[in-house]
């Protein structure tokens, strides 16, 4: 089946660092990659996807290449701000499901 | 625009007591899910709704859980009896039908389970 690895945190950055929470997956077919925020107190919320390989997804600062040669779907933020702290999901969708990631936590301090 | 309400947000039971959680997912949203989350653990799915027919429903343990989204809008989650095991987070999320990649979640039903 589908599954989605991605590193366990948390990851504690300082305010204007650079952020990579690597992601990688494996599924049969085509998927579409996604990254989901949530924020403490809130639901998941959608940051970013893409649909297809080379593909590259972008949000609030954050992007995501979809490398079908390498399975992975790598987030990354040239500065964090404090505001960015939240447990960050890679998912995948394949034919009808969406299947996450347990979820990186980040924290950044000022 | 209103996002996913869900309530109760916390609910503490004992063992073998039943429990239900209600879900009311964004208006003209057709597609309702419900996913329940282990602590240090992603979302997995229960049951998938379109509209009032549950489409997906083969993780949903029927021993103990049941659905229902009697008018396509509306739903609710019940366990019962519930088990030391089904502490986690039920978390209501909801989409277009032709945009199921992008679900809109509510803040979730924090369970204990004693």
């Known amino acids: 089946g589908n599954s989605v690895t991605q590193m366990e945190g948390p990851v504690t950055l300082s305010e204007e660092a650079f952020l990579t929470i690597n992601c990688t997956y494996t599924a049969t077919g085509y998927p579409s990659l996604f990254w989901y925020v949530q924020y403490p107190g809130e639901g998941l919320q959608l940051l970013l996807k893409?649909?297809?390989?080379?593909d590259k997804g972008s949000n609030k600062g954050f992007e995501a290449t979809y490398r079908k040669e390498t399975t992975s779907f790598h987030l990354e933020k040239g500065s964090v701000q404090v505001s960015d702290s939240a447990v960050y999901f890679c998912a995948l969708k394949g034919y009808q499901k969406v299947t996450f990631g347990i979820g990186t936590k980040l924290q950044v301090i000022p | 625009e209103a996002g996913v309400v869900q309530s109760p947000r916390y609910k503490i039971i004992e063992k073998k007591q039943p429990v239900a959680f209600w879900c009311n997912p964004i208006s003209g949203h057709n597609t309702l899910y419900w996913y329940r989350q282990n602590l240090g653990q992603g979302p997995e799915l229960l049951i998938r709704y379109e509209n009032e027919e549950a489409v997906d429903d083969s993780q949903l343990p029927k021993d103990r859980f049941s659905a229902e989204r009697l008018k396509g809008v509306d739903s609710t989650l019940k366990i019962q009896p519930a088990e030391l095991g089904d502490s986690a987070v039920y978390l209501c999320?909801?989409?277009?039908?032709?945009?199921?990649?992008?679900?809109?979640f509510g803040p979730g039903t924090r369970l204990t389970v004693t």
């Open positions: 893409a649909t297809k390989a080379d």
């Open positions: 999320a909801s989409s277009l039908q032709d945009r199921s990649y992008e679900q809109y």
